[in-house]
């Protein structure tokens, strides 16, 4: 399922290595200083904003066509959504490279291990979040399963609809997030017939009233 489509999971895979060396060379051609040179002084202002706009742009560009290929149709919004998700969070993040770098320079692996241990502590936290996120999801598929195993004409729907809407959802072009709870939405549809007898349920013919009044 994680390569499906293939060609946007394909490009995914080198996206940030690529955005790296496109980030590194335009540095590197506008005299960015490395090693010990490098100090914070406004003549490295230029090389490091430039480096910041190709990494930007080289990832962005790289995950939009992505998303351009995953979606069939209104590309153009598919296209622009990963700026819309991702590019808030990597202006956050970008400034702890040249800060990282500073760190190793002046105090030593020492220093960076301590700079870093908050950062490490966070993407624990992030991992976690992320493992309960996908326990829940799949404690709803389950839910769902064994609710439509009670009627042998419905085993596997929910999942089935659920499949079926992300498709649809990836194809209009949805975003991450909204795709997520399209999910949801799709698996728990049929939530409701928990609360149904199942001989009504599974009765072959007209209801009489007193059924209906159930329902």
Do not use: C
Request: net charge positive.
């Amino acid at each position: 399922q994680r390569w499906n489509p293939f060609l946007p999971s394909l490009l995914s895979l080198g996206q940030i290595v690529l955005a790296m060396g496109a980030s590194g060379w335009v540095y590197s051609q506008l005299d960015g200083r490395f090693g010990t040179d490098l100090t914070v002084s406004s003549d490295q202002a230029v090389p490091l904003l430039a480096a910041v706009a190709a990494y930007l742009l080289a990832k962005g560009l790289i995950g939009g066509v992505g998303n351009w290929f995953a979606a069939t149709t209104r590309r153009g919004r598919a296209f622009l959504s990963w700026f819309e998700e991702h590019l808030a969070g990597d202006l956050i993040v970008l400034p702890v490279g040249p800060l990282l770098a500073l760190t190793q320079l002046r105090i030593g692996p020492v220093g960076v291990a301590l700079f870093l241990l908050p950062l490490l502590f966070a993407r624990y936290v992030i991992h976690l979040w992320s493992q309960t996120k996908a326990a829940h999801l799949h404690m709803v598929r389950v839910l769902m399963s064994a609710v439509d195993a009670a009627d042998p004409f419905t085993r596997d729907h929910s999942y089935r609809v659920s499949r079926m809407s992300l498709r649809v959802g990836r194809h209009l072009g949805m975003r991450a997030a909204a795709l997520e709870e399209l999910e949801f939405a799709a698996l728990l549809h049929d939530i409701g017939r928990t609360a149904l007898q199942r001989d009504i349920l599974v009765k072959r013919g007209k209801l009489t009233e007193q059924e209906m009044l159930l329902l």
